[in-house]
């Protein structure tokens, strides 16, 4: 991927979202969150300047509702999909991340544009991993979805912020054939996003 000129001021764009992303990522994968920025040709401070920026846009008395900020900071959808969860009708709207090419940011809105949730998702035609077991399960592998299919029945359980997810369940550990004893397990994503296994 092309490296983005860097800034010291990121304005509102892809590369301004991308960076608040990574900002809540750092907490639990620093070292991914280091390649990223190398990737966008920038660093940590305007890491940090950007998702200033967001969070004065998200708290500001004039602030425009979610899915009106997620239009003007990224521009049109990729693609617009009228959904049915459960009695509800909703639109999914998808926008491309380029630090992660298999991936789409959604935004699930419901009548009058109200979001109802917000995460990264695998693009329609991307092939998903082949989760078994543990070993696995990888930072930035596999989107929460996929997580909970792999291993159903999984239970959707708080996470510690309004953008992180975690999900617990029951796989086999690392181990081959039949040295691979079932454990139980917590994910935890942020955004949507695989991020740890946290030890127990």
Known sequence: MPATAPSSFPVPGPLMFQLVLLR??????????EDALRELDTGRAVM???????????????A??????????????????ARRIGDLDCEALLWPVPLWPDLRFEVLAGPGGQVWNEWLVRAPGSPAPELRTT????????????V?????????LEGSAPTRWRLA??????????A?????????????????????
């Open 24 to 33: 809540r990522m750092a907490d639990h994968q620093p070292g991914l969150v």
């Open 48 to 62: 940090r300047e950007a998702n200033r920026r967001w969070q004065a846009m998200v708290r500001s008395p004039r």
């Open 64 to 81: 425009r509702g979610a899915l009106s900020r997620y239009r003007s900071v990224l521009g049109p959808p990729e693609s617009r999909t």
């Open 135 to 146: 070993a696995d399960l990888l930072p930035w592998s596999a989107v929460v979805d996929e």
């Open 148 to 156: 909970a299919r792999a291993f159903a029945p999984a239970t959707p």
């Open 169 to 178: 369940f029951t796989a086999p550990d690392g181990g081959a054939g039949p």
């Open 180 to 200: 691979a004893e079932p454990r139980r397990v917590i994910a935890e994503f942020t955004w949507g996003l695989l991020q740890r296994l946290p030890e127990h």
